[in-house]
T-cell receptor, first 115, second 115 residues
Framework: AQSVTQPDIHITVSEGASLELRCNYSYGATPYLFWYVQSPGQGLQLLLKYFSGDTLVQGIKGFEAEFKRSQSSFNLRKPSVHWSDAAEYFC?????????????FGTGTQLKVEL | GAVVSQHPSWVICKSGTSVKIECRSL??????MFWYRQFPKQSLMLMATSNEGSKATYEQGVEKDKFLINHASLTLSTLTVTSAHPEDSSFYICSARAADRYGYTFGSGTRLTVV
């Protein structure tokens, strides 16, 4: 069974500082990997995804993530955080292939940005 | 891009009544839809997966008779919370996936409060 671990429940960074949110997954092969962001009371917005190919993935809002097979990780990074980035971030894993493959989500990381 | 509309955004109902939540894919055919439940400060818990024209597949521990899911068309899935009780109060989110691509689009969620 697939699983996702986000070790950091809360992270606080200063505006303008760099950010890295950790994500580790467990899956028998190379999974499909996703990062989503959720603002309070809202649905989820896709930041980026990895299916195959280049292990450094660029997403929206200046975010990027790097897939590291040896570490079973897919950490999210941003070089300079903006106050509007404060939100909940979820890493998710899905099984490759067609059909209605479901996503498994991590427990989320709450990001606070200090001005 | 793919858009999923979820209604209502919030609903308050009396204990013992039923509530229907709609999830519509506006610009693509959603062969598979997923329903999640999210408790405050927690991750998304998959409740069920529904494929158009088929019965929904419920996750372990989710009451089928309480959470009725209908996916009668390629653009609409509904979740009906029957005989709602205060413990059913939660944030419910749907997501939809098209058959021809591996991507999930989320609705904006429904805040259900049972009083």
């Amino acid at each position: 069974a697939q699983s996702v671990t986000q070790p950091d429940i809360h992270i606080t960074v200063s505006e303008g500082a760099s950010l890295e949110l950790r994500c580790n997954y467990s899956y028998g092969a190379t999974p499909y990997l996703f990062w989503y962001v959720q603002s309070p009371g809202q649905g989820l917005q896709l930041l980026l995804k990895y299916f195959s190919g280049d292990t450094l993935v660029q997403g929206i809002k200046g975010f990027e993530a790097e897939f590291k097979r040896s570490q079973s990780s897919f950490n999210l990074r941003k070089p300079s955080v903006h106050w509007s980035d404060a939100a909940e971030y979820f890493c998710a894993v899905g099984a490759p292939g067609g059909g209605g493959n479901k996503l498994t989500f991590g427990t989320g990381t709450q990001l606070k940005v200090e001005l | 891009g793919a858009v999923v509309s979820q209604h209502p955004s919030w609903v308050i109902c009396k204990s013992g009544t039923s509530v229907k939540i709609e999830c519509r894919s506006l610009d693509f055919q959603a062969t598979t839809m997923f329903w999640y439940r999210q408790f405050p400060k927690q991750s998304l818990m998959l409740m069920a997966t529904s494929n158009e024209g088929s019965k929904a597949t419920y996750e372990q521990g989710v009451e089928k008779d309480k959470f009725l899911i209908n996916h009668a068309s390629l653009t609409l899935s509904t979740l009906t919370v029957t005989s709602a009780h205060p413990e059913d109060s939660s944030f419910y989110i749907c997501s939809a996936r098209a058959a021809d691509r591996y991507g999930y689009t989320f609705g904006s969620g429904t805040r259900l409060t049972v009083v």
